[in-house]
């Protein structure tokens, strides 16, 4: 075996590839819909055409989708605050959650009052645990949401048949995964509410922007109604005859509409997903199955009657089997190789402080904080895992380097635990801005 990076040997991957992860592909489709989209010497143009944007936009979205009823929205943020509302929720009832997620899936059911009650992850998929679903439901439960984190369903059988069996609504967070399956089902339309995101990083990028999708026509005109004022008597929208149009002057207090610019831009990158999601699947699918049987790391893989999306790519890291080899060593070794691998960049939602606070009361600052919650599971979970790049596109050549030199470290781990790093050295969770994602 060659010598290691660190220890003055050539690297495995010696040429700079950060290039690779540009993200998202905006080209002369996208530049042509927008100067079309704002021309206003067009000889048909109309005033405020433009706002006709999100209406195609929605329909095309729902026949892809292949549900009765899509919102656009201007953020996946606002998209899961309008399926909160939409689902009824109110001060005091409690939403169940993951942990393991971003702020989004559960901080605007906080927003409307409720109480967050997190459940562990599935260490298999990284999705939330339906086991622990079940352990957490109480008298006050009314929702549960989930999230099919960097493109892994969850267990959507189980979780479905437990929200029967207590009554209970569902909300998809399917940011990650635009074009994933669930047996057959596109994902983000098995619950009551499936909510998607468009911003910039996303599978579907529109820079900005989000999308509602439900087959509940009260969950739509709910939805409608809270953040789309002005738009709930339009053609394609609820219509006079719906109980919430009355609302039409004002909505409900919430401007959350998709810029036209944004859903012009969405509308062609839905033309490019599916071709854009097979090369992804293509390349981190290779990587994946070169990585499998690696002594101290785990693929984090999709049941097999699914299909996957990569907005993410995770493995757990497993020190037991390379001798207690400590992960910041293992993670500079690896980088000093030229691989791109980043600590776990999510941090665990139940150990926040918002969810903790009544952040809306005049005194939430002095208020008592709610016990916090313990998820021992998940937070041990978390401190395996290692985030590398969802290429979305690369050469099988750098897919085989990336394998090649994790078979390399692995292989030397015994002279790996030898070396000294600095507290610089030690590999931390990348910012917001992180190509890891």
């Not at 999100?54 to 026949?63: C, D, I």
């Amino acid at each position: 075996m060659e010598r290691l990076a660190i220890n003055g040997g050539p690297k495995v991957i010696p040429q700079e590839h950060s290039h690779l992860l540009k993200w998202p592909k905006i080209g002369e489709e996208e530049f042509s819909a927008i100067r079309n989209l704002l021309d206003m010497q067009r000889p048909d143009y109309k005033p405020y055409d433009f706002y006709n944007e999100m209406v195609y936009l929605e329909q095309e979205f729902a026949s892809y989708m292949g549900v009765k009823y899509a919102l656009s929205e201007n953020s996946g943020t606002a998209a899961i605050h309008s399926g909160f509302f939409a689902l009824g929720i109110q001060p005091g009832d409690e939403v169940i959650a993951p942990t393991y997620t971003y702020w989004a899936t559960s901080m605007p059911a906080r927003v409307l009052g409720a109480r967050i009650v997190f459940a562990e992850s599935d260490p298999d998929t990284l999705c939330i645990d339906a086991a622990d679903i079940r352990r957490k439901i109480t008298p006050k439960t009314r929702v549960i949401a989930v999230t099919h984190v960097w493109g892994i369903p969850c267990q959507m059988d189980e979780i479905m048949n437990i929200a029967r069996e207590y009554n209970l609504k569902v909300l998809e967070d399917a940011a990650h995964i635009p074009g994933g399956e669930y047996k057959g089902r596109k994902v983000g339309t098995i619950a009551d509410v499936g909510c998607f995101s468009f911003q910039a990083s996303k599978l579907l990028p529109a820079i900005e922007g989000g999308m509602l999708v439900t087959n509940n026509k009260e969950v739509w005109e709910r939805a409608v109604s809270f953040g789309h004022y002005g738009f709930l008597t339009e053609k394609n929208r609820p219509g006079k005859d719906s109980p919430y149009s009355e609302f039409n002057c004002t909505g409900l207090g919430f401007k959350y509409r998709i810029h036209p610019v944004s859903a012009a831009i969405a509308r062609i990158q839905l033309g490019k997903l599916e071709e854009n999601n097979a090369k992804r699947e293509a390349c981190m699918g290779y990587l994946a199955e070169g990585l499998e049987g690696i002594p101290g790391i785990r693929v984090i893989k999709a049941p097999p009657y699914t299909h996957r999306t990569y907005w993410g790519f995770r493995i757990a890291y497993k020190a037991i089997e390379l001798n207690g080899l400590d992960k910041d060593k293992f993670l500079y070794a690896l980088r000093a190789e030229g691989v791109m691998c980043e600590d776990e960049r999510y941090d665990l939602q139940h150990q926040q402080i918002a969810y903790r606070v009544n952040a809306y009361g005049p005194k939430f600052s002095r208020a008592p904080l709610e016990e916090r919650q313990s998820l021992p599971r998940t937070e041990a979970l978390k401190s395996t895992l290692i985030g590398l790049p969802a290429f979305p596109e690369a050469p099988q050549e750098l897919m085989e380097q990336y394998i090649y030199a994790f078979g390399k470290v692995t292989a030397q781990a015994d002279r790996i635990a030898k070396i000294t790093i600095k507290n610089q050295d030690i590999a931390k969770p990348p910012d917001k801005h992180s190509v890891i994602r």
